[in-house]
């Protein structure tokens, strides 16, 4: 891995800090200045402006963000309200849903078997879940004036390796207007009322959207990766994840439902007058039968913070190692390539997580090789390995809103490196 973090690992006893706000059993590896570790304090108060902005019109109820670079938090901030709607102001340990930042913990978890001989990324996904070996792609057709769909045999098998970068051929339904996004719904894919078991039985039933490995689409890859952790542990997710990532790594706040004493630190979205309907989140306080090992998860900086460390280690907090470096450096390399369209420019797509790489290509700043990605509720975390550098955005907005915070936020940390 380019420039490893290796200092990072400090950030083990790491708790957040905010002004007047520190965890009593902390060590904190705290930048005496931003300009310690090459970063503009003036740019980065001009981030704090721009978030209580959009605090004071609404836009957003309220945030946590937090920028370290060279092993060392450069600059934290907490604005706005846990819950606007009680007017409870946000606290640094507020619990979010952190939807589709699940990913990269899941696809984590998968290298973990491969790593011990229990499973190939090349393995058909059929191996362990036979049903899905049984689904046929669907391809629309139109005559006077009717759309069919017609089932054919994939070109090749589901494997992995294309869950895990999503060319797997599985698709979201809510994120197009075909045939298949339309079956999508009507099935119900993705409610937190089955199984995982029973999720995969339903999902297998219906069309893929186009044969495995043709192109990169957005989809419920992860959650059959969860599934699949399942089979190969003998565990549940919640369970593996439990004991495998989040015991080891330390995140005590992390998990698929918020448990009755810490749901006073929920952090709500907020219906702006006038504005769109908020888009629907999934209620906290309950446990669900799904454990979406696509965007299941709720966290806290903190927590999430520990697990980005590990990654920037090359796969390890303080003495605890999760993964091999080189597991790390081939997760976000990018498993994409022209080939495969379907990723935005300069943007491609390793093992769990979107890999920058080109800088002109894309409309956001940054460096070749950096990766991370994004929550459906704004959430947000990359890794710099260049740069030496983490950012990780906290926030609970409507979808509407979400892609141009995560930019704005990504594009004004990346002007506030001056080294």
Aim: proline fraction near 6%; aromatic fraction near 8%; charged fraction near 20%.
């Amino acid at each position: 891995m380019l420039r490893r973090v290796q200092v990072l690992c400090a950030l083990l006893l790491f708790a957040f800090v905010t002004a007047g706000t520190v965890r009593a059993d902390s060590v904190l590896p705290i930048a005496a200045t931003p300009e310690e570790v090459g970063l503009s304090s003036a740019q980065l108060a001009r981030i704090e402006a721009v978030t209580q902005r959009h605090v004071e019109t609404g836009l957003v109820p309220g945030a946590v963000m937090l920028v370290a670079r060279k092993g060392k938090v450069a600059w934290t901030k907490t604005l706005g309200f846990r819950d606007r709607a009680a007017k409870d102001p946000m606290r640094p340990d507020s619990i979010f849903r952190i939807y589709s930042m699940t990913k990269p913990i899941v696809s984590v978890a998968i290298m973990m078997l491969v790593e011990e001989g229990r499973l190939q990324i090349n393995d058909p996904v059929a191996k362990y879940l036979p049903e899905i070996g049984k689904m046929k792609v669907g391809v629309e057709t139109s005559e006077d004036g009717k759309t069919t769909l017609q089932l054919v045999d994939p070109a090749r098998a589901m494997t992995v390796q294309g869950l895990l970068r999503h060319t797997s051929g599985l698709i979201y339904g809510t994120r197009g207007k075909s045939l298949i996004n339309a079956a999508y719904v009507e099935a119900k894919i993705g409610s937190r009322d089955v199984s995982n078991e029973e999720f995969v039985a339903k999902l297998s039933k219906l069309p893929l959207r186009f044969s495995p490995g043709e192109r990169w689409e957005y989809g419920v890859s992860t959650d059959v990766l969860g599934r699949l952790v399942e089979v190969v542990s003998g565990k549940t997710l919640g369970e593996f994840l439990g004991e495998r990532i989040l015991a080891p790594l330390g995140m005590t706040d992390t998990g698929f439902y918020v448990p009755a004493d810490k749901l006073a630190r929920a952090a709500q979205p907020w219906q702006m007058p006038e504005a769109p309907p908020m888009t629907p989140r999934f209620d906290v306080a309950q446990k669900p039968r799904f454990e979406s090992g696509g965007g299941g998860l709720t966290s806290t900086m903190d927590d999430y913070l520990r697990f980005a460390v590990m990654l920037a280690d090359g796969g390890k907090l303080g003495g605890k190692r999760l993964l091999g470096s080189k597991t790390l450096e081939f997760m976000t390399a990018d498993h994409t390539g022209s080939s495969r369209p379907g990723r935005p420019p300069g943007l491609g797509f390793g093992l769990g997580f979107e890999v920058r790489t080109s800088v002109g290509d894309s409309a956001l700043p940054g460096s070749l090789g950096e990766y991370g990605w994004a929550g459906n509720a704004g959430t947000l975390f990359w890794i710099d390995p260049k740069e030496q550098l983490i950012a990780i955005y906290m926030v609970q907005v409507s979808d509407g809103d979400r892609i141009m915070l995560r930019n704005q936020f990504r594009t004004m940390v990346q002007s506030a490196i001056i080294d």
